[in-house]
């Protein structure tokens, strides 16, 4: 009976340790554990204090290593993307199972909801963060902003107790044309609805660790979203810079216009659908789509480890580019384009192309996949009310 006291009074230290910045979650989620669980177990459970960390290198590590096997012959490239790819997708599978079923065992849950409003406010600039919780946006026809958010608090002993946690550890703080919202509390998981003015927005940008974005109907100059595990999706919005990136997760920018969009996920498909001038798209385990719907689009850079990759231009453009697989296949349109270099060998398929005839509008691709194939196709899709004009959507006018 001793020792429950006891082992209570760890947990409650514990807690403290974390809120206070001391620990990280997941270094008090191993020490709690270790509370209760027998030593068989708790050795097996330790390796996880560092599996956050992991995750969030794990793109850095990739990267770096993609550069170095871009400088080497493609055979030797073939061969270091093959050798390590299973270790890889266990590490990836187990990484995507720990985030999915993640939870805190803290005993007692308490859920409540809270709203933070301010009047009379038109944001320019919009920033936040969170740990754990998905976060979207949406317009209304408001002169202020309102932030509605969905609380799931860990090891409190009531919802009063909870609700202070909460509203000490957040910020939402409007000032000039600047909105700020954070959440520093890494015990819980806050899904939040942000209500902003119907007015176009400057900058907007978003960091989560443990959750999704979302956002339609907007304005945007620049928009960055980046998450550890979760969808980003991005709908029926102008936008002028778009960045998004998720290690665990899709990435949908759809029935969009944009000048510039740069979208990545590590485990996941990458979808752009729109009027986007340069198109920059990559997943290491996902399939990759890019259907353009405007005669502004002018570059397209897709590359995929593992997936397909699939790219739509409208058949009045005019295209060149190179298209490049290890192990998939190649395939261009039937007419309209001729082949300036064909080459096939064993460990790599290449092919050089352009439009056997100049038209206003030209789109250059660049385009390659390891193991999945490369397709590019024309659609019949003509912009409307465009009466020959050759001028960008005018969200990119002087703002």
Not at 188 to 207: F, G, H, R
Not at 335 to 351: A, N, P, R, Y
Request: proline fraction near 3%.
């Amino acid at each position: 009976m001793n020792g429950v006291p006891e082992m209570n009074e760890e947990k409650k230290r514990i807690l403290e340790m974390v809120e206070a910045g001391l620990i990280s979650a997941s270094e008090g989620l191993t020490l709690l554990e270790a509370l209760d669980k027998e030593p068989s177990q708790q050795a097996r459970k330790e390796r996880r204090d560092n599996f956050f960390d992991e995750l969030l290198n794990l793109g850095q590590k990739l990267t770096g290593s993609g550069e170095k096997q871009s400088e080497q012959s493609h055979s030797q490239a073939d061969s270091s993307v093959n050798q390590p790819k299973d270790k890889l997708f266990q590490f990836v599978q187990s990484t995507v199972q720990k985030l999915k079923d993640f939870e805190f065992p803290l005993g007692k849950t308490v859920e409540f909801t809270h709203t933070f409003q301010e009047n009379d406010f038109l944001p320019k600039r919009i920033k936040a963060e969170t740990a754990s919780g998905s976060f979207t946006i949406k317009p209304w026809q408001e002169n202020g902003v309102k932030a509605e958010c969905q609380i799931k608090m860990y090891g409190a002993d009531s919802e009063d107790e909870a609700r202070e946690s909460f509203i000490k550890n957040s910020v939402f703080y409007a000032r000039e044309d600047k909105l700020s919202f954070s959440v520093g509390l890494k015990l819980m998981k806050v899904d939040t609805v942000l209500y902003v003015p119907e007015a176009a927005i400057n900058n907007i940008s978003v960091k989560l660790f443990n959750g999704s974005f979302s956002m339609r109907d907007m304005e945007v100059q620049d928009l960055e979203v980046k998450t550890a595990n979760g969808k980003i999706e991005v709908k029926k919005s102008q936008v002028n810079e778009f960045e998004a990136e998720t290690g665990n997760g899709q990435v949908y920018f759809i029935d969009c216009e944009a000048r510039k969009v740069e979208a990545s996920s590590f485990n996941g498909a990458v979808h752009v659908v729109g009027s986007v001038g340069y198109t920059e798209i990559k997943s290491f385990n996902g399939n990759v789509l890019c259907d353009l719907k405007s005669d502004a689009a002018h570059t397209v850079k897709a590359q995929a480890v593992t997936g397909n990759i699939e790219i739509y231009v409208p058949e009045h453009m005019a295209m060149k580019g190179i298209l490049r697989t290890n192990l998939g296949s190649l395939h261009l349109p039937e007419t309209g384009l001729k082949k300036v270099t064909e080459k096939e060998e064993m460990v790599q398929k290449l092919i050089r192309f352009e439009s056997e005839k100049e038209t206003l509008g030209q789109v250059t691709i660049e385009a390659e996949t390891k193991t999945g194939s490369v397709s590019v196709k024309t659609t019949a899709f003509h912009e409307n009310d465009n009466s020959g004009d050759d001028e960008p959507p005018s969200i990119f006018e002087g703002k």
